[in-house]
């Protein structure tokens, strides 16, 4: 009766408007509706059943027009597939121009899993609101792209309801950011796209692979990086105003480590890591060691693929002085177990061998801390963490045993990359600066430009001055009415911050945000000198700052 009664007003609505209503096209309450190809069912929206069968009875592409039309048949329904850019990437290398069409192994199983997962798509939805609702976001950089997932539980709910599944391929260097950078990259990316659904009011429970926030309130970029600062800063201000929206007893974004990567939280708190008890030593740089020493070193890493549904990992140690590596596989773990049992490979050969000491080199993150003060605390806590078992606790038992016997120095190293390539990329990234107007334009205001200020010539270079004023604009979804816009004086470089309020508090973030952090502290700041701009709270704050 209600979903009549509003119908009847909507009509009234359109009507009064201007608008035509045909009454054929006009349907009445019902349990199950489809409209624009989606088919909708108390709130949630899914995949028509006459679609599924269209796709699923679709023949193996013979061409690249053909693939790219499968392609676009089944990219409208993305959001309901997990991995789905992992899983077609070998369908997009066959349409590339430069590639001539070949349908082989790869593109046939890539074909038949994504037709399953078509016909096994899930329903999304609906979106709740409400401080019982729990809105979860789970992001996760794997080998070949990034991936995310939104869920909502409510109480009395035995399991949450999925809103949307995204993924996507690497972008340009972003293939060699480190393990970190890729997670955080990951998180950054989940964050937008909950916002999109859910806006930017409610708590959102982040539970990435590594921890993420503790790297955005450092708010510095860490020594061993391969993100340009510029990109950290991006990063860093998007997640931690998301964060600090709300109260401090509920926070924009709680992080949270769930089932990561198969069992329970094995990150610290901060009163853990203040309180860790180093029981490996760092190593130093391979390229450091003393020569009668690199025979004793060892490089590790891992890899998981899925293979016909089955999760299968292999774990690799290469020895850099015998130019020899040894491997071992097996099913249903992850990259990450991979990495233990690399750790184990390298220890067997270690003792195999009787060396005073094991130089170990690896680009796991979560390896190196656990082998530099971690072991230690879960073995004071009989391998538990809050009451439940850590994960892979076997794996990290037997590893702790071995390394109370031999000493282990342990490197955190980036992926590694031939001088070759390194070269190339240096060269295209010359290109680009080379080609960029911007650039250019900061590069030739670095040289002192004289401006006309105040009846006289003052000598400033970029960044120094800069022009702010707030812009009113129709009020947001999310509440935001202001745009803080600031112009840096020689280049005309234009930076934005939107705000609910135009208020002194809000002035000081978006300069904090986005000129601080990207463009360094400005000796000059030019305004209408309006209450927002001049008042006592701006006036401390530019003096502790130079100004």
């Given at each position: 009766m ?46 028509p ?36 850019s ?6 997009y ?7 001539d ?21 899930v ?44 993924s ?29 659904v ?6 959102l ?12 309130f ?112 097996g ?7 991979a990495?233990?049992k ?39 806590a ?22 109370e ?11 590694h ?11 295209n ?69 939107t705000v ?21 502290t ?26």
């Amino acid at each position: 009766m209600e979903v009549f009664e509003k119908g009847e007003k909507i009509i009234h609505i359109l009507l009064k408007a201007g608008f035509a209503i045909k009454q054929s096209k006009v349907k009445g309450p019902a349990r199950e509706i489809q409209f624009l190809g989606v088919k909708w069912q108390d709130g949630r929206w899914q995949i028509p059943t006459e679609v599924i069968n269209k796709i699923t009875a679709m023949s193996p592409p013979t061409s690249k027009k053909e693939t790219q039309a499968f392609l676009g048949a089944i990219g409208f329904w993305r959001m309901q597939i997990p991995e789905y850019s992992q899983i077609v990437s070998p369908l997009y290398l066959v349409t590339r121009k430069k590639n001539d069409f070949h349908w082989g192994p790869e593109q046939q199983q890539a074909f038949a899993q994504i037709k399953q997962e078509i016909a096994h798509a899930v329903a999304l939805g609906p979106v709740r609101m409400g401080p019982d609702v729990k809105n979860v976001l789970y992001s996760a950089a794997g080998n070949n792209g990034l991936s995310w997932s939104l869920w909502q539980k409510v109480p009395r709910e035995t399991r949450g309801r999925p809103l949307g599944f995204w993924s996507r391929s690497y972008r340009g260097s972003e293939a060699n950011y480190t393990p970190t950078e890729k997670e955080i990259l990951a998180a950054y990316e989940g964050v937008q796209a909950a916002s999109e659904v859910i806006g930017t009011e409610a708590q959102l429970l982040l539970a990435p692979r590594l921890p993420v926030l503790g790297w955005m309130f450092k708010g510095k970029v860490p020594s061993t990086h391969h993100a340009t600062d510029a990109t950290w800063s991006k990063w860093i201000a998007l997640i931690t105003q998301r964060a600090r929206i709300g109260n401090p007893n509920r926070p924009g974004i709680l992080e949270i480590i769930t089932n990561w990567p198969e069992g329970e939280n094995f990150s610290l708190t901060d009163e853990e890591e203040q309180e860790q008890v180093t029981r490996a030593e760092e190593g130093p740089p391979y390229n450091q060691l003393p020569a009668e020493k690199t025979h004793c070193a060892l490089f590790t890493d891992s890899s998981c693929r899925i293979v016909e549904m089955n999760r299968k990992w292999k774990a690799a140690v290469w020895s850099p002085t015998r130019q020899v590596a040894q491997a071992t596989e097996g099913e249903g773990g992850s990259s990450q177990l991979a990495e233990l049992k690399a750790v184990q490979l390298a220890l067997d050969i270690a003792e195999r061998e009787k060396w005073p000491k094991l130089y170990l080199y690896t680009d796991s993150w979560m390896v190196a801390n656990a082998l530099w003060g971690w072991l230690e605390k879960w073995k004071k806590a009989n391998w538990q963490r809050r009451g439940k078992p850590i994960w892979a606790a076997d794996e990290w038992k037997d590893i702790a045993t071995r390394v109370e016997k031999l000493p282990v120095r342990v490197r955190d190293v980036n992926a590694h990359v031939p001088k070759s390539r390194a070269n190339e990329e240096h060269r295209n990234n010359e290109q680009v600066i080379h080609d960029c107007e911007t650039c250019a334009a900061i590069k030739q205001a670095k040289r002192v430009k004289p401006l006309w200020y105040g009846g006289r010539w003052s000598k400033y270079k970029y960044g120094e001055a800069w022009q702010i004023d707030y812009i009113t604009l129709p009020q947001t979804r999310q509440g935001k009415h202001y745009v803080l816009t600031m112009v840096e004086a020689i280049t005309g470089w234009l930076e934005t911050y939107t705000v609910p309020h135009a208020t002194a508090r809000n002035t000081i973030l978006g300069l904090e945000k986005q000129i601080l952090w990207r463009h360094g502290t400005p000796e000059r700041i030019e305004s209408d000198n309006g209450t927002h701009f001049k008042n006592s709270l701006i006036n401390t704050w530019a003096r502790e700052h130079g100004n």
